[in-house]
């Protein structure tokens, strides 16, 4: 359950480029329609408004977005690659596409639209995106990236995203005390960058230290009371320590923040609730 790492990192970019092509509402409303196998209204609705007018392109952004929301990739990209033929020099475009091969989990077509968004316009956003994935690849491209970002002097924001993702890499690397240092980092540049908190705790928790682990999930907790991956790996401290009615409780309180938190229902499911 690491799906949110793209997402913190990814996702400031595309709000600024795109804010109109859909809300956070939308998003959930689609995931739990899509699950009984039927297309959400605002989808359909989408789809029929960009037939009468294919040649607007808000409307299909639009629809592009909200087809990726539900997981429709394939049709989402041959909608976005209609755009990309009328103006192949789009940076954003690109940068689109290669998010939602991301979302597709096509690791080689997104790394390739990645570096065509960079070669138009060499956005920070986009080449933390590229980062970020080299990371979870265990690729040191991602520490040349983030570096030469640290180096362009952009503000604690980004401090705090390149730090993040150099953690990431040394995370998946076992590197346990530098990803460590680098969360911290993270979190000392930006204090509710609440995914630093989580892969920290999961390097201890990874480790078998979960008492330490504990210790950083409460933590994260007491930053953002309303983060629901807080509470979960909280509950998987408790479950693994043998504190099953602790877990319970905590599994149900992350559910009640976010009720498509299908690994806590697994959870509640293991301990026979």
């Not at 316009?121 to 690849?137: I, R, V």
């Amino acid at each position: 359950m690491r799906t949110y790492i793209l997402t913190s990192i990814t996702v400031f970019a595309l709000v600024t480029l795109f804010s109109s092509c859909g809300s956070n509402d939308q998003k959930q409303a689609a995931n739990e329609v899509a699950k009984k196998d039927e297309i959400p209204a605002y989808v359909t609705g989408l789809k029929k408004a960009v037939a009468l007018q294919p040649d607007s392109v808000g409307l299909r952004l639009k629809y592009v977005t909200a087809l990726d929301s539900i997981g429709q990739y394939k049709e989402a990209l041959i909608h976005l690659d209609t755009l990309i033929r009328k103006d192949s020099l789009n940076y954003g475009l690109w940068f689109t596409r290669g998010q939602i091969e991301e979302d597709a989990k096509d690791s080689a077509s997104a790394e390739r639209s990645y570096i065509n968004a960079i070669r138009i316009y060499p956005s920070p956003d986009a080449q933390l995106a590229l980062a970020n994935m080299y990371a979870e690849q265990k690729n040191d491209k991602a520490l040349k990236i983030c570096n030469r970002i640290l180096d362009m002097g952009l503000g604690r924001e980004y401090d705090a995203h390149c730090n993040f993702i150099a953690g990431i890499y040394h995370s998946r690397m076992k590197h346990i005390a530098e990803a460590v240092k680098l969360f911290d980092q993270c979190i000392a540049a930006d204090f509710t960058y609440m995914p630093a908190y989580i892969e920290k705790g999961l390097v201890y928790f990874d480790n078998k230290q979960y008492d330490e682990a504990l210790k950083v999930f409460q933590f994260a907790s007491s930053v953002n009371n309303l983060y629901a991956d807080a509470y979960y790996y909280i509950a998987r401290c408790y479950e693994m320590t043998g504190k099953k009615d602790s877990a319970i409780m905590k599994y149900q309180q992350s559910l009640s923040l976010d009720k498509n938190l299908t690994e806590a229902r697994e959870g509640l499911k293991r301990l026979g609730e």
